[in-house]
């Protein structure tokens, strides 16, 4: 099976103005017209050396870009930057990561709180309405990449009728399966439907082998089962928006939507398939990949960027990122328009911002990160991964069958669809019981229709 490393990126940068100075001469007494022309020719002359000089030592602008991919995932960033540092020597493009694990949306809200946000900086989606009410992002609807976006793309990105960020991949949640964990139980291929899944779960524990691996730590993992089971009927609903707006207003209990998701968790912890409280501490992306790589598990759910810490730590493992099995006649992938782009509002820098991001989002750019990413190019005229690992996740996108894990139509300030399936789904991982998990989920969307 052909693999690529991979891993996950981005940048941004900066444009610079040279200092201009003129240069006068001082007039002869008395000068002859021959003169006085050579000296207008000298001291033309003088003023364009000087200005020259001038520009070609202007200082160079520092642009600071902020983001959350560090480490491994940071894939083709550093290429970039250094490209596009390379390419306009009057700017150096300074980039900062930290983790989404290690605080990074506290530390960038609160930084752009202060007024020491960076020029350029990333943003979660399910956060990014957020910033944009607070008016941090600058309206990036005029940016040549937005008229090569699809319509899905465009729909997605598209915040209270403007864009605050660019999306650099169409990211997806599935499900992994070590197919020589398979073969070796007797499994000839992925499960297509929650039945062979469960039947493959079953196999996998008489074996002795773990079925599914989750890292939770955050409710990751369980929630993509959940979120992905309990959202299906509404986004393959014809009232779809009808249905969302109703969430919205609290008419449509977000808690009762969700309960199938959560009942589909707890059944297969109680069947042994999934361990809930190993998952709770597991931090995803990081310690059910470690797991995972041990060559012991079945399944593990996660994004497409898992594969680059995948090809770190079991080079040799057989295996692809499919559509979770979670629905009696096939599968669905869970699909987001990620890392967005956005402009600090308050930036000093913004034609030079604008600059970067231009180059950023422009057609090699994306192609190299998304091939860094084993993800998806939300461009139309873009060439997504040619990974085999993720080639069934890519037959889910083509066949439609996604429903994504942030959408602009939700009121977050009321309803969050990922954040709340992270966290109640977690409580389900945790021991508590459905029931309690609808009822404590409707609670807190009754408590955020008070607070507006």
Not at 230 to 242: C, G, L, N, W
Not at 405 to 410: E, L, M, P, Q, Y
């Amino acid at each position: 099976m052909r693999k690529r490393r991979t891993a996950a990126w981005f940048m941004a940068a900066a444009m610079v103005m040279g200092s201009l100075a003129g240069c006068g001469q001082k007039a002869a007494p008395e000068t002859t017209a021959a003169q006085t022309s050579e000296a207008k020719k000298e001291e033309t002359a003088a003023a364009e050396e000087t200005k020259a000089e001038a520009e070609s030592t202007g200082e160079q602008v520092e642009l600071k870009v902020f983001g959350f991919k560090t480490g491994a995932e940071e894939g083709a960033i550093p290429e970039l930057i250094e490209q596009f540092n390379k390419e306009n020597p009057d700017i150096k493009v300074v980039y900062e990561g930290i983790s989404n694990a290690g605080g990074y949306q506290d530390v960038l809200t609160a930084r752009l709180a202060s007024g020491q946000g960076d020029d350029v900086f990333f943003a979660n989606p399910n956060y990014l309405p957020q910033l944009q009410e607070a008016g941090y992002t600058e309206d990036l609807s005029d940016m040549p990449v937005v008229k090569k976006y699809s319509g899905l793309v465009k729909d997605l990105l598209t915040i209270n009728d403007s864009i605050p960020g660019l999306g650099m991949e169409v990211a997806v949640f599935g499900m992994f399966s070590n197919l020589d964990v398979l073969k070796e139980a007797g499994i000839d291929h992925a499960p297509a439907n929650y039945k062979e899944f469960l039947e493959d779960c079953e196999i996998l524990k008489k074996a002795g082998k773990t079925p599914v691996v989750a890292g939770a730590k955050d409710g990751t993992g369980v929630a993509i089962l959940s979120l992905a089971k309990s959202m299906d009927p509404v986004y393959q609903a014809s009232d779809k928006m009808d249905q969302i707006a109703r969430m919205n207003s609290g008419e449509l209990k977000f808690g009762d939507v969700m309960q199938p998701g959560f009942a589909l968790v707890e059944d297969l912890i109680s069947k042994g398939y999934l361990d809930g409280s190993k998952a709770l501490v597991y931090a995803a992306g990081q310690d059910d990949i470690a797991e995972f790589a041990k060559g012991e598990a079945g399944f593990m759910p996660g994004g497409s960027w898992f594969v680059a810490g995948l090809e770190s730590a079991a080079p040799d493992m057989n295996y692809t990122l499919g559509g979770i099995p979670v629905e009696d006649d096939d599968s669905l992938i869970l699909i987001n328009a990620g890392v967005r782009v956005c402009i600090n509002s308050s930036s000093e820098k913004k034609d030079a911002a604008r600059k970067f991001v231009e180059f950023f989002t422009g057609l090699d750019s994306m192609n190299a990160y998304v091939a860094s990413q084993n993800s998806f190019n939300p461009r139309t005229d873009g060439a997504s991964t040619d990974n085999d690992v993720v080639e069934p996740a890519a037959e889910r996108l083509s066949a439609a069958r996604m429903v994504p894990w942030v959408d602009s139509a939700f009121d977050i300030a009321v309803v969050s669809p990922w954040a709340d399936a992270r966290t109640f789904t977690a409580n389900v991982a945790g021991g508590d019981s459905v029931d309690n998990a609808v009822k404590d989920l409707n609670a807190q969307v009754e408590n955020n229709l008070k607070l507006k």
